[in-house]
């Protein structure tokens, strides 16, 4: 076993990675935007990347850098699919709120009610075709909570 | 010389339970497809089993005095606890092939008969497939290599008894009789499995596989009360006083299940255990100690089996209904059997062997021969009942030997054989015996009085046995022709699915007696079972048999003296007291049943309004708390992912902080 | 690096990777063919050719090497392709959807299947964390294409969200015990204490921080073991999707989520070695929590799948009270309830998939009712499974029960710890609460009168998978001596220790080991 090289920056380093976990699950906990719940799901594993970083270099060896790249490629594959979920249900519902998706519970429950609900968007027109160049039509901005 | 190779028998030898087992789970899963088709698999089951029986008999008999110590055959194991580990093994010997061979026969010819007895009925899938699974039980029992593996088959058939006697539920009567053989069953199993464990105890190399049982050194006290208690369980089954009260009920029960389970195999399940025990104990007691508590056991089985045979011999007398006749004859010939199980001697090691062994084979004879033509006469029975709407009454039905030739001969040539008369089987068996029961009387020791009094009830009850049968038969057959009015105008004779069943079974019943009898066939082969003292040739006791055949002739002149004089309907002391079995039945009532109904009814007060109040309110509490828990699961995700942050927060406190 | 142990080490592992090669080829060339039945047949041919592998591989001495290649491992190598073949039965019918067509079903089958069997032979966090993955991201693709309306697509996406979270716990964690150990190697586990120096603890005092790790990890595994506080997801994405699914991932993931928890503790070293005295009341919690809740809520249930899913949970439970005992008999009672367990819930799912018709669909417990009238094979599938799940004499749920307390009792004499005998109690108690709610759906299948049309099934293909079910539930109970000595291995597990190759293929650790030698 190689032995822990002489390294101050540690603590730094995952007192970072800690704060960036955190961050991360409080925001999975706190937004109801899925797209952004995921984000922060992948926040979290960008703490974790960054302990492992760390840590390699403190114990002066490479495997905590070889498994970030795993990590790495795991994410990417998850963002893929994701992305592809997140879309499908938001053609479905038209709306990227995840607490609309309660329908599966426990049949003596009620559903749980927004008791502050966003105002719904205004009505849009269909999206005209773009142009063959040029800007696309000016999009509101998406309302959320949190 | 016809032997099969091992591995022959090793894929066979399961099958003679299986195939039977495998038909009635077909029929079980499949009946209300099948319909009235459901009798085929069934049938065609048991002709395989059948066969594949007689094929291992004749490889054992092939196999001459050479047979294996040990031919048993290992498939797996079944449960290990602690230290006992039982396995599924099968055990081919003499007994076990013999028993297996007549057992699915008879069933073959039975389930036959059935086909056409139980047509209409709409229970007719379930009857069969109770009747497959009752084979396939009954096969398992004679062929397993240890107790538990015997209890299996002992307990299945108990269950295939239960259903079928109840099977027509909806009577009162049968539910009744159902529940009640059960139970007094169920009193014997209990003893059964209490010997089980006394050995279980008492053995040093653990097994219950027969063969370590029979080569373990029991202590005298031990092998007397395990005795005991495999006896009480065998007088269960096998209905000999004091638990024989359920066998007469039992004939509740379609009448071929009568022929099938409570005269030809279930209920010699008791004699089959004793015979499979006895021998090879009695030859490895050695001290004068184990003698003794062989020959304690012995005389008790010798007092149960003749008070039954002379008690039921004489309720036979009193009953008027044909079916009740032949149940209390099958008592009183199962009573004989235990009285050949009780013939012994505790003078020498080797006389013991030499006698218990000869007691057993003579037992099994007539076990075997008793099979067949007691079969025969219950399904003669069931084809006058099939003739006469169901009416068995014999002070309503007569002079039927016109009107149901063929039934009229089959039931003559079982009766005859019954009443023990030559050259039909009943006399040769009946007569062995008596001959071992004079051995025992002859041969001295302690025991030799009780025998000799033995003997002499046996005579007498052979008397009384052809004065009931001759007098059933007469009283049905001969006299003036009484039709019963339920039979309605097309009283006729049964349909052949019905009447070749009896023809086949007649022959047998007719003149196995003398084909292994007298040449000592059977005796021969019978005690060539590993364990067993190998039989030795003597002259046919030509005195003996004379007595005995005089008994029974005395007996049916008697019958043929009576006549035509039915039993008068006035009540009368006597006839009344044998028709009623005695008043056993009212003694049990009122000093069991009665008393024990009311502390039942007692606890079953405390039980619902104390106890199960209590237990209610315990019972509630998961459905109180899975109630209260459930708002847990609302579906919302973030919900769903705080609850998990929050659990594992809590686990970290725990862990961290309070250490 | 020479070539030559890289093509050695793959060679070992050929099974999982071949089935990993052969689900990437079935995405790839799914566009082409569309016959549904090529596929299947494709699929089994697959997961035989991985299951003959393995048999003719199995117990020999010299395969040694990278990978862990004894007791646990082989057990959870062998189980994943059994039940893939179970598993492709339910999957094989032809659905309505469009979707249905293609293989993508059976190639994300083929690949949780490779996954299970990765995560059990697993040397490496890295490899684990991998294995897990390669279970989880099928279920994901399973989840979206088992069912195509609302249900289904809210199943999937819970699933996902919380399966990511719950990795993100799990990698937190194992970002620690590299940082403690210096090393991503499972054997390293032991080696925690002597090489942390960042840390300031007394000797002999558990470090918090290894506490940490430990639960973090545990947070990650306990989501696919689906234990109480980690189970929330399990009803909800049941009842959402196809039964063939749904038996999937009651199966595949909880049978990886066992595997990573053995390699994680030790698998089976005496007394938990690697993490110190923590575990065994960590798991007992975790186990006595999930048990309970799981059939507490099962009381109330209406719907089959969610009923199941409860069922799944408290059977884990039993499965976790086995492997807290902590003895190596614990870790083989595990294995043979997991084994148990998986046949008899796939079992229920197939007589589910088989009835699962569009017209009339069977979701509520009343829908069974009078099953054994119309389709009596089905039933008595049904009943098999359902007394196996209850725990009954004559099958390997009551066989794996025993084995259970018996090693409960048994570690609380040995290490004279009432606690134990608790857990012991409170088996009993649940096994007791629990039969009221299988009796309820056994009741109706048999006592009861159809109540309306019946379903029509599509194939009879998953009935057979449910007969094979139901044979192997009678078969482990009626003579469980024929299965035990195959788990015999699986107690031995690390009584031989796998050798430490410096050289590692695959592995992060040598890709570690190329870069580190790249250089000179």
């Known amino acids: ?146 | 010389m016809f032997e099969l190779s091992t591995e022959t028998l090793w894929l066979l030898l399961p099958l003679i339970p299986g195939l039977p087992l495998m038909a009635a789970a077909l029929v079980a899963i499949f009946g209300h497809r099948l319909g009235e088709r459901s009798h085929l698999p069934v049938l065609l089951a048991v002709a395989g089993s059948a066969i594949f029986g007689f094929l291992a008999l004749m490889h054992v008999r092939g196999m001459g005095a050479h047979q294996a110590p040990n031919a048993v055959f290992n498939y797996a194991n079944w449960f290990e606890a602690g230290n006992l580990r039982v396995d599924w093994e099968l055990r081919l010997d003499s007994l076990s092939a013999m028993m297996a061979a007549m057992v699915s026969f008879i069933s073959l010819w039975i389930v036959l008969f059935s086909a056409g007895y139980m047509h209409g009925d709409p229970g007719y899938p379930r009857y069969f497939a109770a009747v497959g699974l009752f084979v396939g039980a009954m096969n398992t029992l004679v062929l397993a290599n240890n107790l538990p593996l015997l209890f299996l088959g002992w307990e299945g058939v108990g269950v295939c008894s239960y259903l079928l006697i109840g099977f027509w539920f909806a009577k009162p009567e049968a539910a009744k009789a159902a529940r009640k053989a059960f139970l007094v069953t169920r009193l014997g199993d209990v003893a059964l499995l209490a010997g089980m464990i006394l050995l279980y105890r008492a053995g040093d190399p653990v097994g219950l596989s027969y063969d370590t049982i029979f080569s373990h050194h029991y202590d005298a006290t031990t092998l007397y009360w395990a005795l005991v208690c495999l006896g009480i369980g065998a007088f269960g089954k096998s209905a000999q006083f004091p638990l024989h009260v359920w066998l007469p009920d039992a004939m509740e029960g379609p009448t071929p299940v009568s022929a099938l389970i409570h005269a030809a195999t279930m209920v010699t399940a008791g004699v089959y255990l004793l015979a499979r025990m006895l021998p090879p104990l009695a030859g490895h007691a050695v001290t004068a100690a184990q003698l003794e508590s062989i020959g304690a056991f012995q005389d008790l089985v010798l007092v149960s089996g003749g008070v039954t045979a002379l008690l039921a011999a004489l309720i036979a007398l009193g009953q008027t209904d044909l079916k009740r006749i032949l149940a209390y004859s099958t008592l009183s010939q199962l009573g004989y059997m235990f009285m050949a199980l009780g013939a012994g001697t505790t003078k020498g090691n080797v006389e013991c062997h030499s006698l218990a062994s000869a007691a057993a084979a003579a037992a099994v004879f007539h076990l075997f021969t008793h099979a067949f033509f007691k079969a025969l006469l219950f399904l003669s029975a069931g084809s006058v009942m099939h003739a006469m709407g169901n009416v068995l009454d014999l002070r309503r039905i007569g002079g039927l030997r016109k009107l149901l030739p063929i039934t009229h001969i089959c039931f003559l040539v079982g009766a005859l054989a019954l009443a023990g008369l030559p050259p039909f089987s009943g006399f040769f068996s009946k007569d062995g015996i008596l001959e071992v029961l004079e051995q025992g009387a002859h041969s001295g020791g302690s025991r030799g009085g009780l025998q000799h009094a033995m003997l002499w009830l046996g005579l007498i009850t052979a008397g009384l046995t052809g004065l009931y049968t001759m007098r059933a038969y007469l009283l049905t057959f001969w006299g003036k022709e009484r039709i019963p009015e339920e039979a309605g105008h097309h009283a006729h004779e049964s349909p052949a699915v019905m009447t070749i069943p009896l023809a086949v079974l007649a022959v047998p019943a007719a003149f196995i007696g003398l084909a292994l009898g007298p040449t000592h066939l059977f005796g021969h082969f019978i005690q060539a079972s590993p364990g067993w003292h190998a039989a030795e040739t003597h002259a046919f006791a030509w005195k003996l048999a004379a007595v005995g055949l005089g008994a029974a002739a005395a007996g049916i002149a008697v019958a043929l003296a009576l006549g035509d004089r039915r039993p008068s309907r006035k009540p009368n002391g006597l006839a009344e007291t044998a028709r009623s079995g005695f008043f056993i039945d009212d003694v049990y009532t009122a000093f069991f049943a009665k008393p024990l109904e009311q502390f039942g009814r007692l606890l079953n007060f405390l039980d619902r309004e104390l106890v199960d109040k209590l237990f209610e309110l315990f019972a509630r509490i998961p459905g109180w708390l899975g109630e209260s828990l459930r708002p847990l699961q609302n579906g919302l995700l973030q919900y769903y992912a705080l609850a998990m942050a929050l659990g594992l927060v809590v686990l970290i406190a725990m862990f961290t902080l309070a250490r | 690096m020479d070539s030559a142990r890289i093509l050695d080490s793959c060679y070992l592992a050929l099974p999982e990777l071949g089935m990993l090669a052969a689900g990437c080829l079935f995405f790839l060339l799914g566009t082409m063919i569309e016959n549904r039945r090529f596929w299947a047949v494709a699929t089994v041919i697959v997961l035989g050719l991985a299951l003959v592998f393995q048999i003719a591989e199995a117990n020999d001495p010299e395969t040694s090497g990278n990978w862990l290649l004894h007791g646990a491992a082989t057990f959870f190598r062998f189980l994943g392709p059994v039940l893939g073949l179970i598993g492709t039965a339910l999957l094989a019918p032809t659905g309505s959807g469009q979707a249905r067509r293609g293989p993508e079903d059976f190639a994300c089958l083929l690949v949780a299947c490779a996954g299970v069997g990765l995560t059990g032979m697993a040397p490496d966090l890295v490899v684990l964390f991998l294995g897990l993955e390669l279970v989880s991201i099928p279920v994901y693709l399973l989840l979206f294409l088992g069912k195509h309306d609302r249900q289904g697509q809210e199943a999937a996406i819970k699933y996902f969200l919380l399966s990511v979270l719950s990795s993100a716990l799990f990698l937190f964690g194992a970002s620690y015990v590299y940082g403690m150990t210096g090393s991503t190697r499972l054997e390293g586990l032991g080696g925690i204490h002597e090489n942390l120096r960042w840390s300031e603890t007394a000797p002999g005092e558990i470090p918090a921080a290894r506490t940490l790790a430990l639960l973090f990890l545990l947070a990650g595994v306990g989501f696919k073991i689906t234990a109480a506080p980690f189970h929330f997801y399990a009803p909800d994405v049941y009842q959402g999707t196809s039964p063939a699914v749904a038996g999937l991932i009651s199966t595949l993931p909880k049978a990886a989520g066992l595997a990573a928890l053995l390699r994680l503790i030790g698998a089976g070293e005496s007394a938990l070695a690697p993490f110190g005295g923590v575990e065994w009341s960590l798991l007992w919690i975790l186990a006595v929590a999930t048990m309970t809740l799981g059939n507490l809520l099962a009381l109330w249930q209406n719907n089959l799948h969610r009923l199941l899913a409860y069922s799944g949970i408290a059977q884990g439970g039993y499965m976790l009270a086995a492997v807290s005992t902590g003895g190596q008999a614990g870790i083989g009672a595990m294995a043979f309830y997991l084994a148990a367990y998986s046949l008899m819930t796939l079992g229920v799912f197939a007589v589910l998939a088989y009835l699962n018709d569009p017209d009339c669909p069977v979701k509520r417990v009343d829908d069974l009712a009078g099953l054994f009238r119309t389709r009596p094979i089905a039933a008595l599938c049904l009943g098999v499974c359902f007394v196996g799940l209850i725990g009954l004499p004559l099958t390997s749920g009551f066989y794996g029960k025993l084995l259970i307390l018996k090693t409960s009792i048994a570690s609380s004499s040995s290490q004279g710890n009432s606690l134990f005998l608790v857990l012991a109690f409170f088996i009993v108690f649940n096994a007791a609460i629990s039969a009221w709610y299988y009796l309820g759906v056994l009741t109706r299948v048999f006592l009861r009168l159809p109540l309306g049309p019946q379903a029509k099934p599509i194939s009879p293909l998953p009935l057979c998978a449910a007969v094979a079910c139901s044979i192997a539930t009678l078969a482990g109970g009626i003579v469980p001596g024929l299965i035990e000595p195959y788990l015999r291995p699986v107690e031995k597990a690390t009584a031989q220790s796998v050798a430490v190759d410096a050289t590692v293929v695959v592995t992060a650790n040598g890709f570690a080991g190329a870069i580190e030698q790249a250089p000179e």
């Open chain 1, 1 to 146: 076993m190689i032995p822990p090289s002489d390294y101050p920056g540690l603590s730094q380093h995952l007192l970072v990675g800690a704060v960036l976990f955190c961050l991360g699950l409080v925001g999975f906990l706190a937004r109801r935007n899925m797209i952004l719940a995921f984000l922060n799901a992948e926040l979290m594993v960008q703490g974790v990347a960054l302990n492992f970083v760390a840590f390699s270099r403190y114990r002066g060896n490479l495997e905590g850098q070889s498994f970030v790249l795993f990590l790495l490629t795991v994410a990417a594959c998850e963002a893929a699919i994701a992305m592809a979920l997140i879309l499908v249900l938001y053609k479905n519902r038209g709306t990227l709120d995840v607490s609309v998706w309660q329908e599966l519970r426990e049949d003596s429950l009620d559903a749980v009610e927004d008791t502050d609900p966003l105002p719904l968007p205004a009505a849009q027109a269909p999206m005209p075709p773009l142009p063959t160049a040029g800007l696309g039509p000016q999009q509101p901005e998406e309302l959320s909570r949190v």
